[in-house]
């Protein structure tokens, strides 16, 4: 049943600290990528010297993001954040149609991929749960789909519909998961960097053994990386660098997901930038003492042939540990992505509740329950993330002539990747536009080194963009196309939109 004063004046609870918005950025940031993208990078670069460049030059996007967006969210600290920057920015139609993507493909899938992620570290502590062990065996859809239930499909929509339900009963429940396993989890990664440099340091290592900066050397051969491939040389390198980033930008999104809570965040023009860059600078920190750790304790060739449920994290851990270290780091990252959806699933109902207010979007989407949060914004969020789990795409492997099973939600991502860059270099842009637009507007924090910073990323960003246009045409078109599935949805509710002025004088929330 839902709140009805609070559904006429839409007073969500300013519940949220300091810390805990910082725990939101470091939290919804360190899921699954970190122990295990870093395989399919070094396959794509070959030398742990680019590799440690793709992760560096992914946090120099991160940090330089983050700066922007601390301007955006100081100003406008209102629920739904980036989709409001956009829509002040550019329009309700891009506002509309990140916030429609963000539901569609990339909030829900990469929530679903997260908790499929848990349950396969979960089958190395319990082997009954499997993709393989089929509850409902795959029935075949049309074209290479199929859709099955396995005992680890059940795990993943166990745990969105458990992190769903807890953030149901109020922001206090959901911050109080999200920092303590973010606290947990921040803590394994630093016990897996100093395992790895301190204790794994040997003379067998990719540090030692392989060429850091000529890829060729160690067998590296652009062609067996993309097939349709024509550059060679220098230009192959810069090319492949910039493929290579996907992983570590996978592995470093969701930072903004801090600026959806803004309405909830304390002291919002001071706390917010703050969180953002905290937040920010300590896990690209984190990622690149990982990877170092990586390289100076396994060879390159067992960096580059990790596949889930192992990992470069897992095989580190059990290079020093033996066994034991296997475990201790199935549950750390079981640990990790528990948490990371809890943000992840916390944050994003927040921008469907700030479209529906909007009236964007189902009315329904926008009110909320007695504990003052977006209860059926968290319900159909998790329902629709659940139901991603289930679809299964259908290949052969020409190895052993069998069917093998992977995930929709994978490929989805994959075409979403592109338009997602897109996105957050809109965001980016969105502090140039609005400084133009509404110069005289407080700004309780402006973006250090402006105009470089937002240059420095959009340029980085259209580079990459431009790259996996030409690198992968086809995933990168699908994506945009899927985006643009929602501008017959947004022509339908564009009659009735009624956005609010960002900067309109508010109500004062609740504290709390």
Known sequence: MTNQKGDQEGKLVRGLSLVDATMIVIGSMIGSG???????????????????????????????GALCCAELAAMMPRAGGQYVFLREAYGSATGFLFGWSLLFVIQTGTIAAVAVAFARFLGVLAPAVSESNYIIAPT??????????????????????????????GLKTGKLIQNTFTFTKTAALVGLILVGILLGWNSGSAAHTSYWWNPSANGWNPQAVANDFGPTGTTALVMLLGLAMVGPL??????????FTGSEVREPGRNLPRA?????????????LANLAYVVTLPLSA?????????????????????????LMAVAIMVSTFGCNNG????????????ARDRMFFSKLGTLNRQSVPAIALIVQGVWASLLTLPRTETVDPATNQTVYGNVY????????????????????AVIVMRRKVPTIERPYRTFGYPVVPLIYILIAALLVLDLALLKRQTSGIG?????????????????????????????EKQG
């Open 303 to 327: 960096i580059q042939n990790q596949k889930p449920p192992s990992s470069v994290a897992t095989a580190t851990m059990q290079a020093v540990m033996g066994s034991p270290g296997t475990i």
């Open 276 to 288: 953002l860059l905290i937040g920010c600078s300590v896990v690209v920190g984190l990622y690149l």
């Open 140 to 169: 075949h859809l049309f074209g290479s789909y199929a859709i099955s239930l396995s005992t680890a499909q059940l795990v993943a929509i166990l745990l969105i519909l458990l992190l769903t339900f807890t953030n149901t009963r």
């Open 480 to 508: 945009y196309l899927l985006v643009l599935t929602g501008l017959p949805v947004y022509f339908i509710w564009r009659k009735s939109a009624a956005p609010r002025s960002a900067f309109a004088t508010e109500t004062p």
């Open 410 to 429: 994978t490929q989805l991502l994959e075409y979403i990747v592109s338009a997602d860059l897109v996105f957050y270099a809109l965001m980016v842009g």
């Open 344 to 355: 992840l699933i916390m944050a994003g109902a927040r921008v469907y509740y700030a479209m």
């Open 250 to 259: 996978f592995a470093q999104s969701a930072w903004n997901n801090v600026t």
């Open 34 to 64: 970190i122990f295990i993208t870093s395989a399919e990078s070094a396959k794509t670069i070959g030398s742990p010297g680019w590799l440690l460049a793709a992760w560096a030059l992914a946090g120099v996007l991160t940090i330089t």
